[in-house]
Every structure is written in C-alpha cells, then in structure tokens.
C-alpha cells in the first residue's frame, strides 16, 4: 500500500471515529437527564503587583484573566502609601542634574531620621516637567529619585520601591513656568 493510500484509510478511519461520536453526542442530548452543576461561587477581586499596582482578575474556574486596572486616560491604579513629603527638586538640585546640594542632603537627612520611626520603610517616586523628552524625563527622574533613596539609606531608613515618572503623573498642567516647577518633584511615601 502506498503512503498516500495509508494517509486516506486514516482520514477515512478519523472521519468515521467523529461522525460516531457526533451520533451517540446528539442521542444523548435528545435523552431526558437532569444534571446539577455544583460549583465555587464567583468572586472577581483586584490583584497589586510588587510595585503596588493594581490588576482586576476574574476566574470563574475554566478559565481566568487578570487585566490591568487603569483611570479613564489609561494611568495605572497604583497604591504607593501615605505621601508623607514632597521635595521640590528645583530647592535640592540644579538644572538638569541629579546631585543633591549640601543643605538638600542634610534636610532629607532630618526628615528621614525623624519619620523612620513613623514609617517601616518609604517609596521614592521621581517626577519632571514636560520641557525634555518622555524618555530623557524618566531617567532624569530615576536618578533623582535615586539620589534621595541613597540619602536616605544613609541614616537606615529603609526603601520599599524606587519610581520614576518622569513627566507623566503632572500635578498640575505644564501650562506656566509655576506649574512645571510644580511638577518638578520628588515624593516620599511612608508606608506603615
């Protein structure tokens, strides 16, 4: 027998197999059965990442799908703790760097030894105005936050997370040069 009529008794045999299958199916739904469904009930919850964010997730037991919960413009829901200090980065470094002065290290100093007792650890989140690129804005944050992460490590406080979000998380609309020096922050959350 050739390979071409092997591979046509297989097909035959397979097409055979699920038109059988398909008759006994459908007898078996024309037959009267009661069947009850007992299962868990279904509860959808909401899920935080390691970095605080949250995610709505939905199972019903045959299948699951966790989706990231956003705002209406799309920004991720994110708990980031009690915001217990915002330092204007225009008071604590000079344009465009991410070198602390002397007198902004030795206030973050103060104020990390005094909340530590307070907090058991913060969230550094970094934060620009709008002037540069998007991408250029997230690592002038990062650095910046970075840089109060490791003036704060320096008096043992401890650091849960370090974020940057460059300019997209704005106070207020980068509208003035007011608002952008609003906008140009870094925040310290505590978390208990």
């Known amino acids: 027998m050739t390979f071409k009529a092997k591979n046509m008794l297989t097909f035959l045999a397979a097409a055979t197999a699920a038109v059988s299958l398909t008759a006994v199916s459908v007898q078996a739904q024309d037959a009267p059965t009661q069947r009850t469904v007992v299962g868990e009930r279904y509860v959808p919850t909401i899920w935080v990442d390691p970095d605080g964010c949250e995610h709505w997730v939905m199972d019903d037991g045959a299948e699951g799908f966790m989706t990231p919960h956003v705002t209406p413009d799309g920004k991720p829901v994110c708990r980031r703790g009690n915001l217990c200090g915002v330092m204007e980065t225009d008071q604590f470094f000079a344009t465009d760097k991410h070198y602390i002065n002397a007198a902004g290290q030795t206030r973050l100093?103060?104020?990390?030894?005094?909340?530590?007792?307070?907090?058991?650890?913060?969230?550094?989140?970094?934060?620009?105005?709008?002037?540069?690129?998007?991408?250029?804005?997230?690592?002038?944050?990062?650095?910046?936050?970075?840089?109060?992460?490791?003036?704060?490590?320096?008096?043992?406080?401890?650091?849960?997370?370090?974020?940057?979000?460059?300019?997209?998380?704005?106070?207020?609309?980068?509208?003035?040069?007011?608002?952008?020096?609003?906008?140009?922050?870094?925040?310290?959350?505590?978390?208990?």
């Open 109 to 192: 100093k103060e104020f990390f030894t005094k909340n530590r007792t307070v907090a058991r650890s913060f969230v550094i989140a970094g934060h620009t105005d709008s002037r540069a690129s998007d991408e250029y804005n997230i690592r002038l944050s990062q650095r910046r936050a970075n840089a109060v992460a490791g003036v704060a490590k320096s008096v043992g406080a401890r650091i849960a997370d370090i974020r940057a979000y460059g300019e997209r998380d704005p106070r207020v609309p980068n509208t003035s040069a007011a608002n952008m020096a609003q906008n140009r922050r870094v925040e310290i959350y505590c978390l208990r």
